[in-house]
């Protein structure tokens, strides 16, 4: 059996869980999320506590596939996630103009980023973007599109990181002069 998938769900105060048609629907303070509902699995709501049982015994990666993205539907509408991104570099900042970012990365022309349906971008001085949304999967997805538009570049670190990331450097072409001195 699945050690993540048995585990009960704790629905907090102000969330309601509810099941129909194979859909799921969580409901919170900050909004709501729905998904689909695998055949393979039934859901019972006992009270404050969700919990997942097999109908299929080769049903047990679905199982706790189906309990994680229960939980992050919970925290969701409850706390909401984000991911934090910093920009890197001379002359690499962001703007907010509206809904949308304005980013200086180096090209020849300002890139616009407008967030998708459920997110929202926040900026802290010039040089961190804070991407913020119920969805765990669509908070990283535009955390990642917006890292993708300039990576981190290896031999001087510039670019659009997440706030954690660590960057290893590579070392830069090593003059050769006792080498060239040698063969003359």
């Not at 102000?14 to 695998?38: H, M, W, Y």
């Not at 459920?118 to 969805?135: A, N, P, R, W, Y």
């Amino acid at each position: 059996m699945s050690r993540i998938g048995r585990q009960p769900i704790a629905i907090p105060e102000g969330v309601t869980v509810s099941q129909a048609e194979g859909k799921i629907v969580v409901k919170g303070p900050k909004g709501e999320l729905s998904f689909a509902l695998f055949p393979e699995l039934k859901v019972n709501l006992e009270g404050s506590e969700i919990r997942l049982q097999r109908r299929v015994d080769k049903a047990s990666a679905l199982h706790g596939l189906m309990r994680a993205l229960l939980m992050n539907a919970v925290i969701g509408v409850t706390q909401g996630f984000e991911k934090h991104l910093e920009l890197v570099g001379t002359g690499y900042r962001v703007k907010k103009e509206g809904e949308k970012l304005s980013l200086s990365l180096g090209f020849s022309h300002p890139v616009i980023v407008t967030p998708e349906i459920g997110i929202s971008l926040d900026v802290e001085e010039q040089k961190e973007i804070i991407v913020k949304g119920i969805d765990k999967y669509q908070v990283g997805q535009m955390a990642a599109n917006i890292r993708k538009l300039r990576k981190p570049e290896p031999y001087k670190g510039k670019g659009i990181r997440y706030k954690d990331e660590i960057v290893k450097l590579k070392p830069g072409k090593a003059a050769k002069v006792g080498a060239a001195q040698s063969e003359s």
